[in-house]
């Protein structure tokens, strides 16, 4: 007689989320010019604090708090072989595509939360503005401001 036993523990995820890139998907108009982006990221947190309400908006969670944003998403350019920020046309701020997501647990209890998220994001970020060669930086914070590991998307070619 054979008897085999097998059990599977309970995975312990930290609290602190964690994210990759799980997909970038580049989509064409109707000329076969590249239109849209469709960032894939992949989560997990352990406490499943990821996301805000509709009425977060008190400090920090209020426009200019640091935890306004709870998705910072970060754009280069690649130029002469060189990754760069590109800026807003007519001012000096880095072109960012930060996000505020939903709440992924709408208990109040303590559980984790794993998942992808899909980012939809213009080829062609302003007027007038088509790099060739682009890639994004990510980061997640939860509710209680911990900050994900920061992520980097590799190069992505652009047809305009």
Same mark, same amino acid.
């Given at each position: ?35 849209? %982006?469709? /960032? +894939?990221? &992949?989560? $997990?947190?352990?406490? !499943?604090? @990821?996301? #805000? ?6 400090? =920090? ?42 709440? %992924?647990? /709408? +208990?109040? &209890?303590? $559980?984790?939360?794993? !998942?992808? @998220?899909? #980012? ?6 302003? =007027? ?33």
């Amino acid at each position: 007689m054979l008897l085999s036993f097998g059990c599977k523990t309970d995975q312990v995820v930290s609290e602190i989320p964690e994210i990759s890139f799980e997909s970038v998907s580049v989509y064409k108009n109707m000329s076969g010019k590249d239109s849209i %982006l469709v /960032l +894939s990221i &992949k989560y $997990k947190d352990g406490d !499943g604090d @990821l996301g #805000l309400s509709v009425g977060d908006t008190f400090p =920090p969670y209020n426009f200019g708090g640091e935890g306004f944003y709870n998705l910072l998403v970060g754009y280069k350019i690649k130029k002469n072989n060189i990754w760069q920020n590109i800026l807003v046309p007519g001012s000096s701020d880095t072109l960012q595509f930060n996000q505020r997501f939903q709440r %992924l647990n /709408l +208990s109040e &209890k303590k $559980k984790m939360v794993s !998942g992808n @998220l899909d #980012l939809r994001i213009p080829a062609s970020p302003y =007027p007038g503005v088509f790099p060739d060669t682009i890639k994004f930086t990510g980061q997640m914070i939860d509710r209680k401001l911990h900050r994900s590991n920061l992520v980097e998307s590799s190069a992505i070619k652009l047809k305009h």
